[in-house]
């Protein structure tokens, strides 16, 4: 088998650069480990910056997301049992957008479908060869049958726990890590939101986050330990330790109800340095991942298949190979702001084993300093609709 480009992952990055790259003419195969129900039963990310929907909108998926999600001009900062808006629409002239990965990625399998474009699910064993040449292929089994694919080119789109990244020779490879000492417990309900914006809590009892998909799905979290499980928590014993954690006014009339979904991630900062290798380019969460505190993993992998898209486009199109080459230089630049951002909102948000009174006290002091200052809530505001691409 031929293609132009094999696209290792069919997770949100693999699959929009798939349907991208199909609708600019350029043929591809998306290679993924799971069943596509098995994808679409993952409940992770829930807010898009503007960049990924316009994105959406090119790769022809986002009809639904444009009928049934929310746009959202602002976010709510609690400590101290009080609480402040920060307007978006004050300092940035673009909403965030409501509308889960799930979601997404199901639109994304959809228009996929539709198009004829190819997708193998449940590979297994996938190794890329002569990564370092102008004729790369990669290897993998099917139904217990060994596959070849010829390729120009190479996106690892294959996540965290993928095999892509590693084949970046350890000698070359840098790899920049911070993991946070919590955890994330989330559920998601068929609740009313507690409020019209997100409410990111900084309490005594550590963190907490109440979300949504919509005006009757909400999405919530409670900063837990790294070792915790969720088998140590019930509905109720979630819902009252949240109710603990954010103003009162949000306690009293919050809605409880039955868990339909409960997970704890983990919280990691991570960069793979570069993000290239010869023919081989990593997108999303293969070469980097944020702790969610701002909602970021999603968005940079969109991000990144943004940079890849327009560099193999540019390359097919007219034989310019200056984005392709430059590739990791250009997407790194963004990543690293992004982590920034994301590791800035979980140190202002979480409370440390390690913390001092005296951390504790600039901790207070930097959501005071926020709450106060309008230019520090431009900074915030433009890092979370969204840097430009
Ligand atoms: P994904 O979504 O992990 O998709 C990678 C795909 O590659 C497949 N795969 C392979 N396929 C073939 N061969 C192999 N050897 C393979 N190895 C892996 C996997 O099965 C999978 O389908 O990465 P992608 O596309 O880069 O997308 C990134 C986003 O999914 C991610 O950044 C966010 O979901 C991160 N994230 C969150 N981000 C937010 O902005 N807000 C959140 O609330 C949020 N919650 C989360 C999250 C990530 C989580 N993970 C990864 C533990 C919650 C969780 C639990
Ligand atoms: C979510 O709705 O799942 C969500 C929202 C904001 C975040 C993280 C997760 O910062």
């Known amino acids: 088998m031929r293609v ?28 993924e480990r799971q069943t596509r129900e098995y994808v679409l039963s993952r409940i992770r990310a829930g807010i898009l910056e503007r960049g990924l929907v316009d994105l959406l909108a090119q790769a022809g998926a986002a009809d639904r997301l444009i009928a049934e999600s929310y746009s959202h001009d602002g976010t709510v900062i609690a400590y101290n049992n009080q609480q402040f808006s920060i307007p978006f629409s004050k300092y940035v002239n673009k909403p965030v957008t409501v509308y889960g990965q799930t979601e997404l990625t199901r639109d994304l399998y959809d228009a996929r479908e539709a198009a004829n474009a190819k997708t193998l699910f449940q590979v297994e064993n996938v190794v890329l060869n002569d990564l370092k040449t102008d004729s ?12 070849t694919i010829d390729c120009d080119y190479i996106a690892g789109c294959d996540g965290f726990h993928g095999v892509s990244r590693q084949h970046i020779p350890a000698s070359v490879r840098k790899e920049f890590e911070k993991v946070y000492p919590f955890g994330w417990l989330g559920i998601l309900s068929e609740t009313k939101p507690v409020h019209e914006e997100l409410v990111y809590a900084n309490s005594d009892r550590g963190f907490a986050l109440c979300s949504m998909r919509n005006e009757n799905l909400s999405r919530h979290y409670v900063q837990c330990a790294s070792d915790d499980h969720v088998d140590n928590w019930s509905d109720n014993a979630f819902w009252d330790e949240l109710k603990r954690r954010i103003p009162e006014e949000f306690a009293e009339t919050l809605e409880t109800g039955p868990s339909i979904e409960k997970s704890i991630a983990p919280l990691r900062s991570f960069v793979c340095e570069p993000m290239q290798w010869g023919r081989l380019f990593l997108c999303g969460d293969a070469a980097h991942i944020v702790p969610p505190t701002g909602a970021k993993g999603l968005n940079t992998a969109a991000s990144d298949v943004h940079y890849l898209y327009n560099a193999l486009k540019q390359w097919y199109a007219d034989k310019d190979h200056h984005a392709i080459d430059t590739y990791s230089e250009t997407a790194l630049k963004r990543v690293w702001k992004v982590e920034r951002f994301s590791w800035w909102m979980t140190s202002m948000l979480h409370r440390f084993p390690e913390h001092t009174e005296f951390d504790l006290k600039i901790q207070q002091a930097e959501l005071e300093f926020l709450q106060s200052t309008e230019s520090a809530q431009a900074a915030l505001a433009i890092n979370y609709v969204g840097l430009p691409y």
């Open 4 to 31: 132009q480009v094999a696209i290792i992952g069919g997770g949100p990055a693999g699959l929009l650069l798939g349907q991208l790259l199909h609708r600019s003419g350029i043929d591809s195969i998306v290679l």
């Open 136 to 147: 790369p292929s990669v290897h993998c089994v099917l139904d217990g049958r060994e596959i």
